[in-house]
């Protein structure tokens, strides 16, 4: 079966779904098929490792916006009680800090017009081990696998297996954010003094937001950023490709990877670094190239660029690469 006919059935078998809800439905498997392609799998090795369209839709209906909401509605300690032996996560008070931190399941962040930060999450019994917490303006929420987890990459982007985090549009404070075998997607986040997200084995993806302070870690797979701003940001990744585009940091951006391509498209910033060990690095930056003390180098590949420096130069970019090409472009 090819990607066109499997996703023809699914829509077919789904088709009576909000319009919206199939869009997104959609995007999600299409998003899991292209990172099964990214791990090196063949078009009909990702599908072969689907569930057939037939099953995929029972299960998206029996799961699909099936995730539990627990939500805190009470002050008093017997309500504290009554939240907690109900498996509620939502806390009860402002806070300025939220962190999560999850094993083998998706994270994904979205923001509403108002109500306090909550999290969605759907235990399965025997499976998952879930702690909360709200102390002195700090709300954590942590999940542990119980047992022996045995590591399928189709796991990893299982829709109905995640964390859904929610924050009001006016959160202002921080984010902390760990997962071990999984994803995180997040967007909308306009007010964020900070964040700081580590993925092992999972994809990062940040869009449309604007956080004063980021700082994103993945060990092993890529990082995408997109339409976001702020005053600094540093994406580092162990192995994987790191792309950035429609970004402004004016203090300062950084792009690394050890093994992987490293990209940026319109970048606004005063102190720009992009590197990488074995791979491409390529990008445009919005501003004048003689503004820029320059240094790059690569090993074994061509430079378009030439390094310079000048004391009457107040921005800089670093461009390294040891085995691949650098192009780097200026526009006004």
Same mark, same amino acid.
């Given at each position: ?176 954010? /760990? @997962?071990? %075998? $999984?994803? #995180?997607? *997040? !967007?909308?986040?306009? =007010?964020?003094?900070?964040?700081? +997200? ?76 992009? /590197? @990488?060990? %074995? $791979?491409? #690095?390529? *990008? !445009?930056?919005?501003? =004048?190239?003689?503004?820029?003390? +320059? ?38």
């Amino acid at each position: 079966m090819k990607r066109e006919e499997y996703f023809r059935k699914l829509r077919f078998l789904l088709n009576d779904l909000p319009m919206e809800d199939l869009e997104q439905i959609e995007d999600f498997y299409l998003e899991l098929f292209y990172d099964g392609l990214e791990q090196g799998y063949s078009e009909e090795e990702v599908l072969n490792r689907f569930d057939s369209p037939d099953e995929v839709a029972k299960k998206i209906r029996a799961e699909y916006g099936g995730l539990v909401v627990y939500t805190a509605k009470g002050k008093s300690q017997e309500e504290k009680q009554e939240r907690q032996e109900k498996q509620g996560y939502g806390p009860v008070d402002m806070i300025h800090t939220v962190k999560v931190q999850t094993e083998n399941v998706r994270i994904r962040i979205r923001t509403v017009e108002d109500g306090p930060v909550r999290v969605y999450f759907k235990p399965r019994e025997g499976q998952d081990i879930v702690t909360c917490e709200e102390k002195d303006g700090v709300f954590s929420f942590e999940h542990k696998m119980k047992g022996t987890f045995h590591l399928n990459w189709l796991n990893l982007f299982m829709e109905y297996n995640a964390v859904i985090l929610e924050l009001p549009s006016s959160f202002a404070g921080n984010l902390w954010i /760990q @997962t071990k %075998n $999984g994803a #995180v997607k *997040g !967007s909308g986040m306009m =007010n964020l003094a900070q964040a700081e +997200i580590t993925s092992t084995n999972g994809k990062i993806k940040l869009e449309n937001s604007k956080i004063d302070q980021l700082r994103i870690k993945s060990s092993n797979a890529r990082i995408e950023l997109a339409n976001m701003s702020g005053s600094s940001a540093a994406a580092v990744a162990g192995n994987g490709i790191i792309s950035a585009k429609e970004c402004r940091f004016p203090e300062q951006i950084t792009l690394e990877t050890q093994n992987g391509t490293v990209s940026g498209k319109n970048l606004i910033s005063d102190c720009i670094t992009l /590197q @990488t060990c %074995n $791979g491409l #690095v390529s *990008g !445009s930056i919005i501003g =004048n190239e003689n503004d820029y003390n +320059i240094e790059c180098s690569t090993i074994n590949g061509f430079c378009n660029l030439n390094s310079v420096q000048s004391p009457t130069r107040t921005k800089s970019l670093n461009a390294k690469t040891h085995n691949g090409r650098i192009q780097i472009e200026f526009a006004p």
